[in-house]
Every structure is written in C-alpha cells, then in structure tokens.
Antibody, heavy 125, light 105 residues
Framework: EVQLVESGGDLVQPGRSLRLFCAAS????????MHWVRQVPGKGLEWVAG????????AYADSVKGRFTISRDNANKTLFLQMDNLRTEDTALYYC??????????????????WGQGTLVAVSS | DIQMTQSPSSVSASIGDKVTITCRAS??????LAWYQQKPGKAPQLLIY???ILKHGVPSRFSGSGSGTQFTLTISSLQPDDFATYYC?????????FGPGTTVD
C-alpha cells in the first residue's frame, strides 16, 4: 500500500524550531519529487516547499523562504521539514505529498498523487 | 507570483446536476494546472493534472479544460460522492499556488 505518514507536529512558542518527518512506503521514494503543503483548519491549501528526487531541484513559498528547509533521505524513505523561527501564522496542518514528477521545476507537469493525513503544528505563546 | 481565484466560492447542487467550477489566473499559461478534491477531515486527492488528464481511477464524469487565464473543472452529472471542496493548483511558475477552493454542497 502506498502510504505517507507524517509526524513531529507539536505546540511551540513563536521563534522556536520544529522538525517534521514523513515516512514513505509502498512506492519507490527515490523516484519521486516530494512536497509539503499546509492547511489552516477550515481554510484553503498552501504549497510550502518541494524537493526533487536527488535534492538538486528545490523551491519554497515566499512565506517560508529562509526559515524552512526541506530535505530527504532516500535510503530511509523519509522527507523532512526543518522549521525555524516559527511564527503564529505557521500554525496549520502540514501534509507530506508525493509528486508524479521527479524534479521540482516550473512550467512542468506536477500531480500531487499521494497525500499523508497530516501533522498539526501550532505556534502560540 | 501567479494569483489564482475560483468561482463560485460555493455552489448548491443536486444529484444529476452539471457543475462547472472556474479557476482564473492573474497571468496566462497553458497546461500546468491540476484539480484536487477534498472532503471534510480528509487529505486532498488528485483528480486532474496537466489541465485535462484524468488521474487513473477518477470517474469520467470529471473533466478539465481551459488555457490562458481561465480553467474549468466540470462534473457532468453530480453524484453523492462528489460533495466536497475543489481546489485548482498552478505549477507554471514558482511559488506554486492553489485557488481558494469551491465547495459543492
């Protein structure tokens, strides 16, 4: 079964750091670009960051650039999101997402075809 | 950044109705648009990618079209399982951006 399982979400104070994890199974993780997408409960979706199969292509939303770092460990089929200098507006459910493409480039086919169930990050004092 | 808007924000429809959801982009592009369906308490699911290609297993009552700044998701005959929120996503330029969503109820 193709599956993505996120973990690491927590309640943290503004300015602190948090690291999210996504464990993949049931597909060749090393052949897929991966992304993080977040959603404030009851609100819409926001793409956060994407990383290509070999970590050579990478992109971030403006709202997280310079604070968040996406990375991956293909040997252990794990995707990470290091979140530093967290803000209250980062509070959301964070989804780990598999891409049909292998690279993260603009003007290209991207289908986010597998989603995890999300891990909740709450930033509050 | 490309801003995406969707209309309507919500639509009330009945079983068997044809439903059309429009996604408009602040800049023109072709092909690199996908549609997602999300049900309450669940993760989104991919319906259509590259503007008009149905993901394997998605019912043929769903279709996508458009180009330039206007893209359309059509449900030809609404079924009970289709009551959900629908989002478009552009991957033409960074940052990738979702539309605000359209709820079909």
């Amino acid at each position: 079964e193709v599956q993505l399982v996120e973990s690491g979400g927590d309640l943290v104070q503004p300015g602190r750091s948090l690291r999210l994890f996504c464990a993949a199974s049931g597909f060749n993780f090393g052949d897929s670009a991966m992304h993080w997408v977040r959603q404030v409960p009851g609100k819409g979706l926001e793409w956060v960051a994407g990383l290509g199969w070999n970590s050579e292509t990478i992109a971030y939303a403006d709202s997280v650039k310079g604070r968040f770092t996406i990375s991956r460990d293909n040997a252990n089929k794990t995707l990470f999101l290091q979140m530093d200098n967290l803000r209250t507006e980062d509070t959301a459910l964070y989804y780990c997402v598999k891409d049909m493409n292998i690279v993260v480039v603009a003007a290209a086919l991207h289908g986010f075809d597998v989603w995890g169930q999300g891990t909740l990050v709450a930033v509050s004092s | 950044d490309i801003q995406m808007t969707q209309s309507p924000s919500s639509v009330s429809a009945s079983i068997g109705d044809k439903v059309t959801i429009t996604c408009r982009a602040s800049q023109p592009f072709t092909n690199w648009l996908a549609w997602y369906q999300q049900k309450p308490g669940k993760a989104p699911q991919l319906l259509i990618y590259a503007e008009s290609i149905l993901k394997h297993g998605v019912p043929s009552r769903f279709s996508g079209s458009g180009s330039g700044t206007q893209f359309t998701l059509t449900i030809s005959s609404l079924q009970p399982d289709d009551f959900a929120t629908y989002y478009c996503l552009q991957t033409n330029t960074f940052p990738f951006t979702f539309g605000p969503g359209t709820t079909v109820d």
